[in-house]
């Protein structure tokens, strides 16, 4: 965030404004997946991103646009991605480890039910 505050000069020579950069994306990636009726869709965090990047563009030299522009636009929609993934692997993983308990205490009740 120090670059949008700082409004600093980003060029791919500064390594450490690139992973300000980086580390803006990702947190602008967070944020909006905080923000209540944010739908992380692939095609909604595109859009989202390339506002985020007009606001970005003006801080890096015309011929690094580009470069700079696909380092913002990757971070943030990987991050967005890795939220998509762990989403749904947590609604993956949940139904799994309910049937296992409820198999577990289906046959607690039936050994109980064979040796009583």
Request: charged letters at 25%.
């Amino acid at each position: 965030m120090e670059i949008l505050s700082s409004g600093a000069f980003i060029n791919l020579e500064n390594q450490e404004k690139i992973e300000q950069l980086k580390f803006t994306a990702f947190e602008l990636a967070n944020a909006a997946m905080e923000t209540t009726g944010f739908v992380n869709t692939e095609e909604s965090g595109k859009n989202l991103a390339l506002e985020f990047w007009q606001g970005l563009e003006y801080m890096c030299r015309e011929t690094e646009v580009a470069t700079i522009k696909n380092i913002f636009l990757n971070h943030f929609l990987d991050r967005l991605r890795e939220f998509r993934l762990t989403q749904s692997a947590a609604e993956i993983d949940l139904p799994q480890k309910t049937e296992q308990v409820v198999s577990e205490q289906i046959h607690d009740v039936v050994s109980e039910l064979e040796l009583g």
